[in-house]
């Protein structure tokens, strides 16, 4: 059939309203009994008097499909915020089971189990703290609310890292002051550095909220908004002595320990397996948590002092994600490895009883 047939359609839909039309326009031709796209397919939506373009799609002569084309829609919210609010919800339960078991636990009462407790609290906060920032961020966005959750986290963190500190020295007078160690008067010791610690860490985690942050002047910005430039420095320079004190009593704490295990031989007349053994193990142990504790923060703490606002904050990101992870590791180091905790999360989850698991409340120490 030699002769062209063509054939228009025009489909009109209008509302009630006087402000919507929408207008589809087809046109294809028919050419021996096959369909033949020729033309272009067009739709415009016009709302409240003004065209918008929705989609525009050229089809090549001869192509038998009709193609939808969509913009892509960008990702709404930060990969980086998520990967911090998973980071804190596993630390907010790890730590909560601990503040659990040590709450619950009348035997686990001495100092030493304080101070992990009070260990436990600060990452508990700080990964409770993770969580309502990526909350409050895409759901309840203000600079006020900035300003508490970021005070809430410079507090929580602050206060994990002092307890470190603390827990450090009481290992430390544990072995020094072995004689004298379970007495009142290192409990007197113990409260005392609680109310400093958590003292210091309120006032610093407040400092933001009573305005010293960048919000009326962005040029003073840290890589850390709202905090500034010099608020940023004191928090590194305190990890920094904070991270030296540490070293030093590990430090002094291993030449304890290895002097002890020169005495035992020497009073034994040689030095056996296991006090080799033990020893190495105690040594590696101080290795873990110092490598653990400097690799988790010093990222971090480095790039609070050389960064600079304009740099990407992809930087921010990538260093302080790991910093969250020493809350992730503290309660499997300073915890879940202890014997009296094993044994009461054995009771809680299991109703069962080890028999030979010791009974009697360890020296920091043997932790």
Not at 50 to 76: I, K, Q, Y
Not at 192 to 212: A, D, E, F, I, R
Not at 298 to 314: H, M
């Amino acid at each position: 059939m030699d002769e062209r047939f063509s054939l228009s359609v025009m489909v009109a839909m209008v509302s009630l309203s006087e402000t919507t039309t929408i207008s589809l326009s087809l046109s294809f031709s028919l050419q021996e009994g096959k369909a033949d796209m020729c033309n272009d397919t067009a739709m415009t939506v016009v709302m409240a008097g003004e065209a918008l373009p929705w989609m525009e799609t050229n089809f090549p002569e001869r192509n038998v499909s009709l193609g939808l084309s969509t913009a892509p829609l960008d990702f709404p919210i930060n990969p980086w915020d998520i990967m911090l609010c998973m980071s804190g919800t596993v630390i907010a339960c790890e730590n909560a089971i601990v503040v659990a078991i040590i709450f619950c636990t009348p035997t686990l009462r001495t100092p030493m189990f304080v101070l992990v407790g009070s260990l436990a609290t600060a990452d508990l906060l700080a990964g409770m703290g993770l969580i309502l920032n990526f909350v409050f961020q895409y759901v309840l966005s203000s600079e006020t609310i900035s300003l508490i959750t970021v005070g809430f986290l410079v507090a929580s963190f602050t206060a994990s890292i002092s307890s470190l500190l603390a827990i450090t020295v009481d290992r430390y007078f544990s072995l020094y002051n072995a004689l004298t160690y379970f007495s009142e008067k290192t409990l007197h010791y113990v409260h005392l550095m609680l109310v400093s610690t958590w003292g210091v860490s309120l006032c610093l985690g407040l400092l933001p909220v009573l305005g010293w942050n960048c919000l009326d002047d962005p040029s003073v910005c840290s890589i850390v908004r709202p905090l500034t430039r010099s608020n940023v420095t004191l928090l590194a320079v305190s990890f920094f002595i904070i991270f030296i004190l540490m070293l030093t009593l590990y430090f002094k704490i291993c030449k304890i320990v290895c002097r002890h295990a020169h005495q035992i031989a020497l009073q034994q007349h040689f030095f056996t397996t296991s006090h080799y053994v033990a020893t190495k193990k105690g040594v590696a142990t101080l290795a873990i948590i110092l490598g653990t504790f400097g690799s988790s923060w010093l990222p971090f703490a480095i790039y609070c002092l050389v960064g600079e606002r304009e740099y990407p904050s992809v930087y921010t990101y990538a260093t302080l994600l790991p910093a969250t992870y020493n809350s992730m590791i503290n309660p499997i180091i300073y915890a879940y490895r202890n014997a009296e905790i094993q044994r009461s999360l054995y009771v809680l989850f299991c109703g069962c009883f080890q028999s030979n698991v010791a009974t009697h409340s360890r020296s920091p120490s043997e932790v």
